[in-house]
């Protein structure tokens, strides 16, 4: 397929006479236009340059807001991944029905079910927190910082976000005592 994006340039000069030139020309003039049209008067740079200017290196500091690196001989079983995210997701369902008590909202609800736990915090938004097992994360969906899929950290023994580094159960916490007013016991 690369070997036909040379011959695009020429069609179109094929196609389209130069701006210069009067409209109405003669036989061997056209001839000649054809001629100087076909001859390859194009310089492309070579593959070798797109690709080292594509997929360079990003120099970003270690503790910058860029991606972590995944060290895959730490990545989950799934039969691990289940029982991890299942506890995780179980005692979060816990601690938030016992914030149900502490905070008077209208619409505060905690919902557990197919998998997935809901938080509805009436006009304040809903939380929706759900496993992906085929990409071994727990999603989360805030009405803060919005969407974000956390992987199991093995050395920080927690759920974390890759792109910000955060934890789940510190990013809860801090998010609901924003929103809420009143901090909550998570650990």
């Not at 070579?46 to 972590?68: E, I, K, T, V, Y």
């Not at 995780?88 to 905070?103: A, F, G, N, P, R």
């Not at 956390?150 to 580094?165: E, G, I, L, M, P």
Request: hydrophobic residues 35%.
């Amino acid at each position: 397929m690369a070997y036909r994006l040379p011959l695009i340039p020429r069609f179109c000069t094929l196609l389209k006479p130069p701006p210069s030139t009067p409209v109405g020309l003669s036989r061997g003039s056209r001839a000649l236009l054809l001629r100087q049209a076909s001859t390859p008067n194009y310089s492309y740079r070579s593959s070798a340059s797109c690709r080292s200017f594509c997929s360079g290196h990003l120099n970003l500091p270690h503790d910058s807001l860029g991606p972590a690196t995944i060290d895959y001989r730490l990545l989950l079983q799934e039969d691990e991944f289940h029982r991890l995210s299942n506890s995780t997701i179980h005692d979060l369902q816990e601690k938030l029905e016992e914030y149900v008590d502490i905070v008077q909202i209208d619409g505060f609800d905690v919902d557990y079910g197919n998998e997935v736990l809901t938080q509805k915090l009436g006009a304040l938004g809903t939380y929706v927190l759900n496993k992906q097992t085929t990409n071994l994360q727990i999603w989360l969906s805030s009405p803060v910082s919005g969407p974000s899929r956390f992987d199991w950290d093995h050395n920080a023994q927690a759920w974390v976000y890759r792109r910000t580094k955060a934890n789940l159960g510190n990013l809860l916490k801090s998010e609901l005592k924003q929103l809420c007013g009143e901090p909550v016991n998570l650990s």
